[in-house]
């Protein structure tokens, strides 16, 4: 896995051109890049795109931290996702499990993955730090011709590539796709922000245990903030947790402790039956939710996939997890409402503008969760008849131990408990524009792109034209390429080891 570093949070993002080019704009970024390995999952793959000119980025981003190179987008994170939707060929989904180790989606479902995302970010982006980052480009694309909108995005980004073996891969998904005239394209592009890396790195980048607990705690704030506007993540392994380790809340103990989360990756989101439920107040009992609940297409939950289980170590280990979740969010809080005030005295109205974007449409879309998994989890060879009665032992076991700590813990602040305590000084008015708006750009002419840029984020969802996207019958298959030499089957990011505490 490669290491890589993000801009800063893009909360608002904007496209300078008010014309309907959100291909061009899309393809003109990605030729004027370059493309790198992020991260690799079952039902996808994932790029960093970084421009090399940033006077030729077409987007702009707002956030509460922003910087001189935050304010124009010089860096995207795009998803690839094999789209098939003939339900009787089951050829084409081994092939692409047999010659690149992915599993196919249905048009259906990735759509859906776009309105789950689009969907958080609007309802998280209030205070201008949302749970995921904005979509700015998606689409399904065609496969039919003999040079592809497929094949062509494929061949830009292999172009953009160095000549290692991740650029093997790509060319070996770009033969498939030349071979294969019914396999569809997904595209999720998002801003990416630089500092940002996979909770998974950061934690093994550091031995400090209260930084390791630090990154976890904001890792978890984020996810019950998905819990409580209705969401379940359902694939939450420590490599769809990003964080940001020099984004600045306020000034922790020495300023040593810094960070901000995001949350990537919605393809296994699905809807929380439990938001209602008076019982699930305390953060741990909701956090014991999460760890418990089975994926209702997975069927995998934090006990029975190894790659959830930081979350169950989390709650075992955290003897004041309640009180000390508490204080960050206190604090979280507090740096936002002393920043949300600042941009409404000195930026009259920009708020309220952003906030009346963030209610429009598809905010109150209905959403169904989940996808049609072909061979869902196929190394996951578990008897859930046998393991539950072992799992209602284990959620016992850690519930009872994490509540006699609750009762029995001391007084006494613990580290974490200072690191949060801290309260600053108020921020002067230099010290604000230094953080929001460095670049001393016109905040009211990016937020009249504001909305523009979210709707061409996600026209594929509301366009009428026949696209990829659109369910068609399938073209008559052609004879599948023989697998060449040098393919080789790659390991999903899940399946490496885990975290080491």
């Not at 003939?86 to 479902?109: C, F, G, H, Q, W």
């Not at 993955?113 to 689409?139: F, G, H, M, R, W």
């Not at 019914?182 to 550091?206: H, P």
């Not at 016992?396 to 006494?412: A, D, G, R």
């Amino acid at each position: 896995m490669f290491i890589y570093y993000i801009l800063y949070i893009m909360s608002i993002f904007i496209d300078e051109d008010d014309t309907n080019t959100d291909t061009k704009n899309f393809m003109d970024y990605t030729k004027n890049s370059n493309v790198t390995y992020f991260k690799r999952g079952l039902y996808g793959i994932g790029f960093r795109v970084r421009i090399n000119d940033l006077s030729k980025s077409k987007y702009n981003v707002i956030s509460l931290n922003n910087s001189e190179q935050s304010i124009k987008c010089g860096q995207l994170f795009v998803k690839l996702v094999p789209i098939f939707d003939d339900a009787n060929n089951k050829d084409i989904p081994k092939l692409l499990y047999e010659v690149l180790n992915m599993v196919v989606t249905t048009s259906d479902n990735f759509l859906n993955e776009i309105l789950i995302q689009t969907d958080v970010y609007k309802k998280t982006n209030n205070n201008l730090e949302a749970v995921c980052p904005p979509i700015v480009y998606s689409n399904i694309l065609n496969n039919t011709s003999k040079k592809s909108r497929a094949q062509n995005t494929l061949s830009v980004m292999i172009n953009q590539m160095p000549d290692d073996d991740n650029k093997a891969f790509l060319q070996d998904m770009l033969g498939l796709y030349e071979a294969n005239d019914n396999i569809k394209l997904g595209i999720i592009a998002m801003s990416f922000a630089e500092n940002y890396d996979t909770l998974d790195n950061v934690m093994n980048r550091t031995t400090d245990m209260t930084q390791k607990a630090f990154y976890q705690y904001l890792a978890v704030y984020e996810l019950l903030r998905l819990y409580e506007i209705g969401y379940m993540h359902g694939d939450y392994h420590t490599e769809n947790i990003l964080i940001n380790t020099n984004y600045k809340y306020n000034s922790f103990e020495d300023n040593a402790y810094q960070g901000r989360c995001l949350i990537i990756d919605y393809g296994l989101a699905f809807k929380n039956k439990h938001l209602t439920a008076n019982v699930l107040n305390e953060p741990s009992v909701k956090l014991y939710g999460i760890a418990q609940e089975i994926h209702p297409t997975t069927k995998a939950n934090a006990y029975t996939w190894e790659y959830y289980s930081w979350i169950l170590k989390f709650l075992n280990s955290e003897t004041q997890l309640n009180s000390e979740y508490s204080l960050l969010k206190e604090n979280i809080d507090s740096f936002q409402e002393e920043m949300i005030t600042k941009v409404n005295e000195n930026y009259p109205g920009i708020v309220e503008r952003i906030r009346t974007i963030n209610s429009s449409k598809y905010r109150g879309s209905i959403l169904k969760g989940g996808r049609t998994i072909v061979d869902a989890m196929p190394n996951m060879n578990i008897d859930m008849g046998q393991m539950n009665g072992a799992i209602q032992d284990d959620v016992m076991n850690i519930k009872n131990t994490v509540k006699s700590n609750l009762k029995n813990n001391v007084k006494k602040p613990t580290v974490m408990e200072r690191v949060f305590s801290v309260k600053p000084e108020p921020l002067t008015t230099a010290e604000f524009e230094n953080i929001f708006n460095p670049s001393k750009m016109d905040m009211n002419d990016l937020v009249d792109k504001y909305e523009n840029t979210l709707q061409e984020g996600i026209i594929v969802l509301d366009s009428d034209v026949s696209i990829g996207g659109r369910k068609r019958k399938s073209s008559k298959k052609r004879k599948t390429t023989k697998k060449r030499k040098s393919t080789k089957k790659r390991k999903s990011s899940k399946k490496r080891k885990t975290t080491k505490k």
